[in-house]
């Protein structure tokens, strides 16, 4: 049977010799394993559309047991998420987030649009990043069921309120009074709340030029993080681990120490091939049509 959806590809590693493995992730159908066969022959004409986080039309022939690619036509490549650390990096993160989301045979037309539109703004040049992935994983929630609650007391339902706390379980905020049977509640700030509360109401493209102060961006990805951990079931997320050490190295101002310059420059590359090594080639996936999730 032959199939045809638009689709982003969020994994594409080496299969056989000359072929691919994709995981896309597919307008109609939700998640895909496929198969593209020959694809890494330098002739190839599938090559350009099977890149990771390229949105692209297949048309794929169903087999007994996998899903083969008969045919790409590239849409978009993004290709200045692959230009850039940072930018990599959190592209990575989005695909992170929605692969623990999406299943087989099960579409999720508002986490595609969202993702569609986050990796757009993502490539754009003048995008605040920080912003735009704050505001994504609050949208996020939403899509996936776990919209927090950011305007009364998950216990006695107070809505007037000096000191509000974050927690995990109760799926929002709690008031200090309340506060006392949250065991893991964050302190949230009058102002870490505005602007939660800013970035909940408004889209992804609305808020992509907001300047967020650092220190409050730091609070709000605190909580984005701990109530992601918690709904989604994992320790940590992956794609994020080498973020700290290339911040570090990007902080070196341009001075005439070309030598330290240099050094950070070419740590950077590596750490930027490291990520891509990472996402892009180790899946977890051992057989097709029988993944284990870790
Ligand atoms: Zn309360």
Known sequence: MLINSDAFVLKSRKYNEADSLLVLFSRKMGRISAVAKGSRRAKSQMLAGIQPFCYSHFLLYQGRSMYTVNQVDTLKTFYPLRENYRRLTYASYLVELVEIEITEEQSHPQLFNLFGKALSL?????????????????????????????????????????????????????????????????????????????????????????????????????????????????????????????????????????????????????????????????????????????
């Open 122 to 294: 993502l490539s754009e040049e003048t995008t605040e990043i920080e912003t735009l992935i704050r505001s994504f994983e609050l949208h996020y929630m939403t899509a996936c069921g776990y919209e927090p609650n950011l305007f009364h007391c998950g216990h006695c339902q107070k809505r007037d309120e000096k000191k509000w706390y974050f927690s995990h379980p109760q799926g929002g905020l709690v008031c200090s009074h309340c506060y006392s049977k949250e065991q893991d509640a964050l302190r949230i700030s009058e102002r870490g709340l505005k602007l939660a509360r800013y970035l909940q109401m408004k889209s992804l493209p609305d808020v992509q030029h907001l300047k967020i102060h650092p220190r409050l961006n730091e609070e709000l990805q605190q909580i984005n993080k701990a109530y992601l951990l918690y709904h989604t079931g994992r320790r940590q997320f992956k794609s994020l681990r080498l973020l700290p050490r290339v911040d570090e190295l990007m902080s070196i101002p341009p001075s005439r120490n070309h030598d330290k310059q240099s050094e950070a420059e070419s740590q950077t590359h590596r750490l930027t091939e490291e990520v891509k090594f990472d996402t892009f080639n180790k899946d977890e996936d051992k057989t097709i049509g029988n993944e284990q999730e870790e």
